[in-house]
């Protein structure tokens, strides 16, 4: 059974810092890996998706690697900003053509 | 294009009732899957369907169904309400083209908040 691990389950930083969300998941057998951002209270906003042949996907200051063999994921977050607090998922999608969430990192970016 | 859209976002009900929430995934793409989150279990795979076919089901009671109709809009159904199923429901939709394992982006809606009484 696939399980997906997220820690630290909170972080606060300084505006500026550089954010590093950690990821792990117990089978290696998956087709892609997505991590997402979710607002208290709304839904959950895509922000990048790695396919399992990849090792890494980059938008703007989001930089997420992949390392199947030890079933790894790390999300960046270059220079952060206060509008980027919020909690972080990742997500891994193997058989059954479901996502199997981790528990999620709740940041805090402090001006 | 308009995004993943869910319909009501909040629902007061209590227990012993029933309930139907529904989802109106992004134009073109036929793939839905519902997912429930609490504080306790975090996010779990509900069920998922493609071309009106439920494809997979997730580890919850047979009071949980769903269905997806020819224009790929879902519902989903929960009868016999109970205070553990007070949660927020999300559901997702992808844009895969085949009947096989979506590599796709999944694209969430807000979700619609559930309070049983």
């Known amino acids: 059974k696939q399980e997906v691990t997220q820690i630290p389950a909170a972080l606060s930083v300084p505006e500026g810092e550089n954010l590093v969300l950690n990821c792990s998941f117990t089978?290696?057998?998956?087709?892609?890996l997505q991590w997402f951002r979710q607002d208290p209270g709304k839904g959950l906003t895509s922000l990048l998706l790695?396919?399992?042949?990849?090792r890494e996907q980059t938008s703007g200051r989001l930089n997420a690697s992949l390392d199947k063999s030890s079933g790894r994921s790390t999300l960046y977050i270059a220079a952060s900003q206060p509008g980027d607090s919020a909690t972080y998922l990742c997500?891994?999608?193997?058989?059954?053509?479901?996502?199997?969430f981790g528990g999620g990192t709740r940041v805090l970016v402090k001006p | 294009k308009a995004g993943v859209t869910q319909t009501p976002r909040y629902l007061i009900k209590t227990r012993g009732q029933q309930v139907t929430l529904s989802c109106s995934p992004i134009?073109?793409?036929?793939?839905v899957s519902w997912y429930q989150q609490t504080p306790g279990q975090g996010l779990q795979f509900l069920f998922e369907?493609?071309?009106?076919?439920?494809?997979n089901k997730g580890n919850f009671p047979g009071r949980f169904s769903g269905r997806q109709f020819s224009n790929s809009r879902s519902e989903m159904n929960v009868s016999t309400l109970e205070l553990g199923d007070s949660a927020l429901y999300l559901c997702?939709?992808?844009?895969?083209?085949?009947?096989?394992?979506?590599?796709?982006?999944?694209?969430f809606g807000p979700g619609t908040r559930l309070t049983v009484l």
């Open positions: 997500a891994v999608k193997a058989a059954g053509n479901k996502l199997t």
């Open positions: 997702a939709s992808s844009s895969q083209m085949t009947s096989g394992i979506s590599t796709d982006t999944q694209y």
């Open positions: 089978d290696s057998a998956i087709y892609n």
């Open positions: 790695i396919q399992s042949s990849q």
């Open positions: 134009s073109g793409h036929r793939s």
């Open positions: 369907y493609f071309s009106e076919t439920q494809r």
